[in-house]
């Protein structure tokens, strides 16, 4: 199984808007490098669902439920050949009873390297199986 980060500006889309859906296509992603992360993506692998913009936060998990296929909502290219675009399905599988800080994260060192602070930009990135386990222990911890 392999471990992923997805974008989300949670005005547009956020994770109440995922888990009211029950499942979502993540499209409109033009950026090749975010493209071929989702072209990677593997049925079953795990999501870090990730508010940014505002209180930048991961909030929860979702599941990958279809592999890459071609992103409807990509322009049609005017010679006819297809679009470089891919989309996949994810459905929501967990909710962090916390959400994970982007300043948490930050401030942990074994997480220094890690996509999200590396390549702050990036819509949709690869996450490390101990990067993975560090944020789910957090999300999953209680408030006291």
């Known amino acids: 199984m392999n471990y992923w980060l997805v974008k989300t500006e949670p ?27 989702l072209a990677a993506m593997k049925l079953g692998d795990q999501v870090l669902f990730y508010h940014s ?5 991961v909030v929860g998990v979702g599941t990958v439920t279809r592999e890459a296929y071609p992103d409807p909502t990509a322009p049609v290219e ?3 050949k297809p679009t470089p675009w891919c989309v996949v399905e994810l459905e929501p599988a967990l909710a962090f009873s ?3 800080s982007l300043a948490q994260i930050k401030a942990e060192p074994m997480l220094a390297n890690m996509g999200l602070i590396k390549q702050s930009r990036l819509s ?16 999953m911890k209680f408030k006291v």
């Not at 547009?12 to 071929?36: E, L």
């Not at 913009?53 to 936060?57: E, G, H, L, R, Y």
């Not at 199986?129 to 222990?137: N, V």
Request: net charge neutral; no cysteine.
């Open 11 to 37: 005005e547009k889309y956020g994770w109440s808007h995922f888990t009211a859906q029950g499942r979502a296509i993540w499209d409109g992603v033009r950026n090749y490098q975010a493209r071929n992360n």
């Open 53 to 57: 913009v505002s209180n930048p936060a």
């Open 78 to 80: 005017a010679n006819g």
């Open 98 to 100: 916390q959400p994970v």
């Open 124 to 139: 949709v990135m690869p996450v490390k199986s101990d990067e993975y386990d560090q944020i789910l222990q957090w999300g």
